[in-house]
């Protein structure tokens, strides 16, 4: 079974930065590529970003293009999302998820198999 576990959420005034992480452990390989989502209350769940199981290709949300980067460790479990620049409009819970897809980008809930339990990020000052 895989776990997946989020950190680095909190309180930021706007305009500010956050670095999330999501640590990866239980029986899986490597190679599966990963995304984080985000959900606001009373909204869907939104794609935010995906990077491929290589670290070398990378998709993002147009709510967060140029402002959100994806990356990952080249040999370990952990993906990150830098956030910067940000707004109140981003206020939501931030779930990690792992998808075994190595073709191609992933943009929907159903196409992952495996999520954290979500971190909260608030935008206010």
């Known amino acids: 079974q895989v776990q997946l576990v989020e950190s680095g959420g909190g309180l930021v005034q706007p305009g500010g930065s956050l670095r999330l992480s999501c640590v990866v452990s239980?029986?899986?390989?490597?190679?599966?590529?990963m995304g984080w989502f985000r959900q606001a209350p009373g909204k869907d769940r939104e794609f935010v970003a995906f990077i491929n199981w290589s670290g070398d290709m990378t998709f993002y949300g147009d709510s967060v293009k140029g402002r959100f980067f994806i990356s990952r460790d080249d040999s370990g479990p952990t993906t990150y999302l830098q956030m910067n620049s940000l707004q109140p409009e981003d206020t939501a819970v931030y779930y990690c998820?792992?998808?075994?897809?190595?073709?191609?980008?992933?943009?929907?809930?159903?196409?992952?198999?495996?999520w954290g339990q979500g971190t909260q990020v608030t935008v206010s000052s």
């Open positions: 239980g029986r899986t390989d490597s190679t599966y590529a």
């Open positions: 998820a792992r998808t075994l897809s190595r073709v191609g980008v992933r943009k929907s809930v159903g196409e992952y198999d495996a």
